[in-house]
């Protein structure tokens, strides 16, 4: 059996800076749904063409689009011990696509963090986030900046401003979040397999909360 994990929370709640953290402990691919669009954007390939428009406005790419890049993802070699999803599924109609793609390999949803974080919160911290170029790593101008301003620590790539974090586009973002993926805390609460977590901590105590949660879990 392989490990599936899926990161819930709002948008600036730390799901990606907490699988960037632990994916590699885990042993698990980090697969960002809006990592795999931002990509195809800079091709820009057919796929980027389509969910620009969507990501501009702070919407979400069609669920037919979304979830054929995921099933596509997730059959790659890498895959074959599991994943850290982070991002996906964000609709009722991704998540049981989600399950059926699952049950192809006779396998399901391990664990489902939800980080929880108040909404002034996530404005602060998507509002003041660059992102690297090269890969994606996170930081934060008061709450985690680089050692050195504009690079990333890790791969020394240029860090920028995502379109998509200016303030009309947050507020956009976080009302598309509470209409159309809130659900799914509920959904996977019923499965038994949500694990709450408070985001609004330092991000060494979230990380320390979630591998706690994973040992105590899987
Ligand atoms: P993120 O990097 O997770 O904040 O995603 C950035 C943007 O990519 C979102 O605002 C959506 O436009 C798009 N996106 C990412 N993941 C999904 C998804 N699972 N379903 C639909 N759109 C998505």
Not at 24 to 49: A, M, Q, Y
Not at 134 to 157: F, L, M, T, W
Request: aromatic share 6%; with cysteine.
């Amino acid at each position: 059996m392989s490990t599936y994990i899926v990161m819930l929370g709002p948008p600036g709640a730390g799901k990606g800076t907490q699988a960037q953290n632990i994916s590699e402990r885990l042993g698990l691919p980090h697969i960002s749904s809006g990592d795999i669009f931002r990509e195809n954007l800079k091709g820009p390939t057919d796929l980027g063409k389509v969910a620009r428009e969507y990501m501009d406005r702070g919407e979400l790419v069609p669920d037919d689009v979304t979830i054929a890049m995921i099933r596509e993802r997730l059959a790659r070699p890498d895959c074959e011990n599991g994943a850290l999803l982070d991002g996906f599924p964000r609709t009722p109609a991704q998540a049981k696509a989600l399950e059926e793609m699952l049950n192809e390999f006779d396998d399901g949803i391990d664990m489902v963090p939800y980080i929880s974080v108040p909404e002034a919160v996530l404005i602060d911290r998507l509002t003041g986030r660059s992102t690297c170029r090269a890969q994606g790593h996170i930081y934060h101008v008061r709450n985690n900046p680089p050692k050195e301003a504009g690079k990333c620590d890790i791969d020394g790539s240029e860090l920028y401003q995502r379109e998509d974090d200016n303030i009309n586009t947050v507020n956009r973002r976080i009302r598309v979040y509470m209409e159309q993926t809130e659900p799914l805390i509920d959904y996977y609460r019923q499965k038994n397999v949500l694990v709450e977590l408070r985001g609004d901590q330092p991000i060494e105590k979230v990380t320390e909360d979630l591998m706690e949660a994973i040992r105590g879990d899987l």
